[in-house]
């Protein structure tokens, strides 16, 4: 199996701000990743597939960058409704899997 | 619009058969793969599992002995079934699509572009 882990697991920063995520898997696995966002109480939502391409519903403050096991989603500019926890998913192997999440807080 | 919309019970008791449906609403159903997700409450989410309109599976090995997923094509449904339940299956359980991904050597699932809105299964005695 495909250990995603994420770092920071909590980020604490201001409106404003750029945060960036970063996402490790254990072997490489190509550009085989995504990125989603979730909210208390809400299903996730993709922010990035093919790690770099934005679906065109996502606004392109979201970005994403990397290739085989390092990968980073960056948050050009935080607002209110970017405050939430990122998951990262590998889809190179079965089973699929998720990195544990970095929560995005307010400072 | 694409929906998703799922349902099932919501309370087990230890060493019942957990049963989550979902429904999908607009796109091409064949052209998907369809997957199940759980989240612990508090943390993060695990992968179960995928089906295709021609019942290809790929499960999670963590939980393959206890769970069979299958696809009603007909009411472009697909259903999750856990059997013999522990607390530890207690979660938010989330169906979602994952287009199909053609290279030169497979066609596969990848990213999760849609979501049903996730239900809350506890086991307790």
């Known amino acids: 199996e495909i250990v995603m882990t994420q770092s920071p697991a909590t980020l604490s920063l201001s409106p404003g701000d750029r945060a960036t995520l970063s996402c490790r898997a254990s072997?490489?696995?190509?550009?085989?990743l995504a990125w989603y966002q979730q909210k208390p109480g809400q299903a996730p939502r993709l922010l990035i597939f093919g790690a770099s391409t934005r679906p065109t519903t996502i606004p392109d403050k979201f970005s994403g960058s990397g290739s085989g096991t390092e990968f980073t989603l960056t948050i050009s500019s935080l607002q209110s409704e970017d405050f939430a926890v990122y998951y990262c998913q590998q889809y190179n192997d079965w089973p699929r899997t998720f990195g544990q999440g970095t929560k995005v807080e307010i400072k | 619009q694409v929906q998703l919309q799922q349902w099932g019970a919501g309370l087990l008791k230890p060493s019942e058969t957990l049963s989550l449906t979902c429904a999908v609403y607009g796109g091409s159903f064949n052209d998907y793969y369809w997957t199940w997700i759980r989240q612990p409450p508090g943390k993060g989410l695990e992968w179960i599992g995928e089906?295709?309109?021609?019942?290809?599976?790929n499960y999670n090995p963590s939980l393959k002995s206890r769970v069979t997923i299958s696809v009603d094509t007909s009411k472009n449904q697909f259903t999750l079934k856990v059997n013999s339940v522990t607390a530890a299956d207690t979660g938010v359980y989330y169906c979602a699509r994952s287009p199909r991904l053609i290279t030169s050597s497979a066609v596969t699932s990848y990213k999760l572009d849609f979501w049903g809105q996730g239900t809350l299964v506890t086991v307790s005695s």
């Open positions: 089906i295709n309109h021609s019942e290809i599976t």
């Open positions: 072997q490489s696995i190509g550009n085989n």
